[in-house]
Structure formats: C-alpha cells, structure tokens
C-alpha cells in the first residue's frame, strides 16, 4: 500500500508545458540581444538606457518602471546563461506547483522586490533576473518546509541538491559578473517566499473558495500588465536614448596623417587609411554614421572661402542640394559650415562640410554623413569629432567656448559643460542641439537646477521649434524645487507661464523675482512688459 505522499500529486500536479517560463527566458534572451544591438555591446550607459536599476533616476526622477524592466536585462552572456539555466531548472517545478499564473505573479514579486531592496542597499547600477530566480528558490524552499508532507520521502533528497545548485551558482555570478547585486538577492528571496506562503500550491488548494481564486488570478493579471508596462516604458526610453548613447559616447584618440594631426571619435569606429584615389582619412560606424578628414597641402590650399567654394561646386557636379552655408567657429579658428542633402542608393543623406584653418595656416577638410533622419541624433558627436581635431603637437588648451568643447570631449558625463554648451547651441538657432544636451545633462543629474532651467526657457521660447510650454513649466517647476526662490528660474517661470497663456500666474512669478532682486532692472522690464500686456 503506498504511502499519502507517494498518492499525492505534489509534484505531478496538472501535466501541461510550462509556457510561463519559456516566454519568461524568451524576453531576456531578447532583451539581451536588443541593449547589446542597440550599444554594440554592454556597458553602464546602454543598460541605463534600457532600464537598468538606477537609485538616482528612481528616487529623483521618479523613473520606477524601471523596478521591472531591470529584471530582464543583463550585463554578460555568463550573466544571462546562467540566470537562463537557473530560471529552466526551477521554473517549470514552480510553475506545475503553483500554476502559470501564480508562477508569473511569484516571480515578478520576487524581482521587483530584489530590485527595490537593491535600491535601497546600494548606490550602483544593477540588472538580472537573480532577484526574480532567488524569488523562485524561496517558493520551493516554502514548498520543501511547510509542505513537505506532500513531498514524496525519495524525492525530498533530489528537491534539496537542486535547490544547493541554484543557490551555489547564484552566489557564484554574484561573485564574479559585473552588474549583480547581493542585496537583491536577499530582496527577491523574501518576495517569492512570502507570495508562496500566500497563494499556496495545488495540494494545499484543496477546498480554497472561488472568490480565492478570483483573487489570485486579478492579482495575477494585474502584475503581468504592470510588467509590460514597464517593458513597454523601457523600449520607448531606449529609443528615445539613443542620442545619449551616441552624444555621451566614450571617445578614443588615433593618430593619423604620420602624426600630422589627430582627432577623436567614438570608441568603435573602424578607420579606413587614405589611397592614391581617396586621400581621406575615414572613420565609420557602419549603418550609423562616417566621418571623413584631410589636411590639405598647401599648393591646395589659398584660404578656407576658396576651400569651402570649391567643396561646394564639388557637391553640385555630385547633385548635392544645399541646405545652408554659415560660418562657425572650430578650435577656436573661424569656420565654414556647408549643410548638404544628397540621395543615395534610394536614401537621404544628410552631409555636413566643414572647412577651417589649422594653426599652421593649412586647412583641414572635415565631412560627416549619415541618414536625413539621424542628424538630429548625430549633430553633437560630429561636433566633439570636429573640435576634436589639431595638428601636432597639441595647441595648449583655449579659454571660452573651446576650453568648455575640451571639457566635453575629455568627458562627455560633465553636466556643467553640457548646460554650457547647449546655451551656445540655443544662441546659434541650433535648438534641437540644445535640447538633447540640457537632456543628457538632466540625465546624469536629474536635479540640476541649471539643466531644468534652460530646458524651461528653451520650451518657454515661442520662435524655437523646441517650443513646448507644458514641458518649460514642468522644467522651470523643477529647477525651483532644487534651488527655491532664485530670481532667475522664477523669471523662466513667468516665460512658461506667459508661453501657456497664463498671464496671471506668469505676473505673480515676475514680482517675486522683482520681490527677490529689487536691483535687477531685467526682472522689473519682464514684470512691467507682462503687466502692459494684460
């Protein structure tokens, strides 16, 4: 006669393929492969830009999708295989036990609560599904204790060893892979214990009522709809970042010319040596972006206007539509900018020619070309790769404008030079420029009043095509609740204010700034030129 426990269904409940865990390893094969195509490998930025676990843009930001969306991402193929490999082995027990909706509702407690504890545990960057699998491991260890009776005697010893490997090389890639955070495991442990204990397995689900289980399975619902909320919040950010990726990108510095001169470009870039017919030097980022430089020798050289004449009735012959001809400033010397469309192989290219001296008295040619729609994306690493460039030895560093470009290019995480240089962008009529680096300074310090503010006065400003005045009031809004009664942001207030057509608000903003700085004659004509049109 066998035994209750051998007669128990324990772990034979109702046979079926565990669907839940297949479509969960599916989405962080996927998520994977996405943020890997998407930085041409991994590191912190693109896995921020994906959903990472980021305590700063969490708590301040207000950015707590990503709870979820960092449980799907990981930062190494040996992070990932191994968290495939545990959520294979675990998962389908799990789910049999506990059905695939509580199986999922399990899991995804479990890894938004190691995410949560990670947050508050730890400043640093983290991802992986560790949390979730720990969360995973706690439901079979609650199984293996408070319901072990309905565990078979022979089978109690093979639940144990399964579980000691899990945890085992848990503990290992906590060890030895970037991006793993012990205190979510702990986190995740606890999650999927205590959701365990409350929604019981099939044995113990005898006699449950069913507005139990009508319960559960909303409870169920709702979880998954919140997780691909957060999948779905995490693609929209990670499209929209792709300028961050590229605009904050790291940068490497090759040597070209024989030494003649050199520049910087982002990490990456594969570099084609100049030939007989093609004396250029030129860096790619295929399906992205090329960069193409020269300096040209003097017999080909008068002046930098001859240069940029030539350039351009080169581009005629070639049937190149010309966009706009200005002159700028690079390294300092003046410049000549030449903005280009042209159609190749079907496509829009947008082509930018820049032509300025070096301080030898050459010229250096510069041409950057991508597609029509990425320029908008592209504008600020073309900008680093051109003030970039110098003849050897180096010049000693410039002051203004062009030591803040050398702070940028040496590190694109200064938030300061950032809101410097979008200031000159916006001076220029370059607002779409403008409005991606006061964005990336916001994003690597969510409460920087300055970064908020300037955003505000860009959206604020009715000739911009930027222009946006909910937006300049949520910015303007921000920069005041960092920084409190500053004359200047309550100033960029009114702007918003008047921008929305809130003239009230934007006249009580206005006289207390006048209120804060009596002396300053720019806030008394801004209050007086409000009151005078209302």
């Keep these: 006669m066998s035994t209750p426990s051998e ?10 393929r565990p669907l839940g865990t297949v479509a969960l390893a599916l989405v962080c094969v996927g998520a994977f492969a996405a943020s890997w195509w998407m930085g041409r490998g991994l590191d912190v930025l693109t896995l921020v830009c994906c959903g990472a676990k980021d305590r700063e843009l969490m708590v301040g930001a207000g950015e707590w999708w990503r709870l979820v969306s960092a449980g799907f991402l990981h930062g190494h193929v040996l992070h990932l295989g191994a968290n495939v490999f545990a959520l294979i082995v675990l998962g389908p027990l799990v789910e049999r036990l506990w059905g695939t909706m509580r199986f999922l509702l399990i899991y995804l ?3 938004a609560a190691g995410t949560l504890v990670s947050v508050v545990a730890t400043p640093e960057v983290s991802v992986g599904a560790s949390g979730a699998i720990c969360g995973l491991f706690g439901a079979l260890v609650v199984f293996a204790t408070v319901h072990r009776r309905f565990v078979a005697p022979h089978r109690r010893l093979r639940l144990w060893i399964s579980l000691a490997i ?11 892979v970037p991006f793993v955070d012990e205190a979510g495991h702990a986190g995740g442990f606890a999650g999927g214990a205590l959701f365990a204990l409350l929604l019981r397995p099939f044995p113990a689900r005898r006699g449950q009522r069913p507005v139990a289980d009508l319960g559960a399975r909303l409870l169920c619902g709702a979880a998954v709809a919140v997780a691909v909320g957060s999948l779905a919040r995490a693609v929209e950010y990670a499209l929209d970042s792709d300028w961050i990726l590229l605009s904050r990108s790291a940068m490497e510095t090759p040597m070209v010319s024989g030494g003649e001169f050199s520049l910087r470009v982002p990490k990456g870039w594969t570099y084609q040596e100049p030939d007989a017919r093609h004396k250029w030097h030129v860096f790619v980022r295929p399906g992205v972006a090329a960069v193409s430089v020269r300096l040209l020798p003097r017999r080909e050289a008068a002046d930098t206007t001859q240069v940029a004449q030539s350039v351009e009735a080169q581009w005629a012959k070639w049937g190149g539509e010309l966009l706009a001809r200005r002159n700028i400033t690079i390294g300092g010397k003046a410049a000549i900018e030449l903005l280009l469309r042209q159609k190749r192989d079907g ?16 010229v250096f040619c510069a041409s950057c070309t991508c597609a029509e729609r990425r320029y908008p994306l592209l504008e600020i690493v073309f900008d680093k790769v051109l003030h970039s460039i110098h003849e050897r030895p180096p010049r000693p560093a410039g002051e203004g404008a062009q030591s803040v470009w050398q702070r940028f290019v040496e590190d694109p995480t200064d938030a300061e030079a950032c809101v410097l240089l979008a200031s000159s962008y916006a001076r220029e009529g370059r607002h779409a420029a403008a409005e991606q680096l006061l964005k990336v300074a916001i994003g690597l310090r969510p409460r920087y009043a300055e970064a908020h503010n300037e955003l505000a006065r860009l959206y604020a400003d009715r000739q911009s095509p930027c222009s946006d005045p909910q937006k300049a009031l949520h910015h303007a ?4 609740a960092a920084r409190p009664d500053t004359p200047s942001y309550l100033a960029t207030l009114a702007l918003a204010h008047e921008a929305a ?5 934007a006249i009580e903003a206005a006289r207390r700034a006048v209120a804060l700085a009596p002396d300053d004659a720019g806030y008394a004509d801004l209050l007086k030129r409000l009151m005078r049109e209302e």
Excluded at 7 to 16: F, I, K, M, N, T
């Design 477 to 480: 809004r921000e920069a005041l």
């Design 347 to 362: 496509q829009l290219q947008r082509v930018r020619e820049v032509v300025f001296s070096a301080w030898s008295g050459r």
């Design 109 to 111: 407690v479990a890894l």
């Design 501 to 505: 057509g809130e003239r009230r608000e």
């Design 7 to 16: 007669q128990s269904p324990a772990l034979q409940p109702p046979r079926g």
């Design 166 to 176: 899990v945890a085992a090389i848990e503990v290992l890639i906590g060890r030895v």
